[in-house]
């Protein structure tokens, strides 16, 4: 069974949503079974890779909200990350574009180590005092922290054309689902799970999209004969007999 999970690396809850999701997985039963693909959604793709700003001040001008309301909404965050033993810093982060670790996801999931991946930069977006925005160097540390080579990454991120269409399939693929805000989690293209829901509704989900998950039923030509038909193998192709 396959659960792909779109989110952003700016978005606190997706970071919240991830730990709830995995406390679920850990302790499903058919834990072994089930592949996580993560997917590319930006928050605010239009602004530019230099256009850098403390959280408090991008919320205030994005939803109109007061400088003391932005920051009681962080310190709520803080403390349902704390909930799932998350660190966060709720003082001094800063916003910016993501666009270009997303792109190092896509390159991360050819090399196996997207979930290393995405695991360092929400730790570092939300817990570490280094800033994760307009400093390539610093995404290739974290790059080579997850396990990819460091001249492989920085070729990556100067040729803005690398992985730039698979960013923006991920991204069209979750309109075409219905996806307006992230964490979206799909189960076995079956079902959708909106929002960092408390991990027993993502238990409950995984239940049923695996009670529905069956094998493949093969049709047989009316004689019986199943899936005997000639064809070919790993040991070869079935040779016509006289």
């Not at 989110?7 to 730990?19: Q, R, T």
């Not at 003391?68 to 033993?85: I, K, S, T, V, Y």
């Amino acid at each position: 069974m396959r659960v792909e999970i779109w989110s952003d690396i700016a978005c606190p809850w997706c970071y919240v949503g991830k730990a709830r999701f995995e406390k679920a997985l850990d302790a499903f039963p058919h834990r072994d079974g089930v592949e996580v693909v993560h997917r590319s959604f930006e928050l605010d793709p239009g602004r530019a890779k230099g256009d850098i700003q403390p959280v408090l001040k991008m919320l205030t001008k994005k939803y109109g909200m007061s400088e003391a309301q932005a920051q009681a909404g962080e310190d709520n965050l803080g403390a349902q990350a704390a909930a799932e033993g998350l660190d966060y810093r709720t003082r001094d982060r800063d916003h910016g574009n993501t666009f270009d670790m997303h792109r190092l996801l896509h390159f991360a999931k050819e090399h196996g180590r997207q979930d290393e991946l995405i695991q360092a930069l929400y730790k570092a977006n939300f817990a570490e005092e280094r800033s994760v925005f307009g400093d390539d160097e610093r995404l290739v540390e974290l790059a080579v922290g997850a396990g990819l080579d460091a001249d492989a990454t920085r070729k990556v991120l100067a040729d803005p054309t690398a992985y730039a269409d698979d960013v923006r399939a991920d991204e069209r693929e979750a309109a075409e689902l219905g996806a307006n805000g992230v964490p979206f989690f799909v189960l076995d293209r079956k079902y959708g799970v909106s929002g960092a829901q408390p991990a027993e509704v993502f238990a409950q989900a995984l239940t049923q999209a695996w009670g529905e998950h069956s094998p493949l039923k093969l049709i047989d030509s009316g004689t019986g004969g199943g899936g005997d038909a000639e064809a070919c193998g790993p040991d070869g192709c079935a040779v016509p007999q006289a």
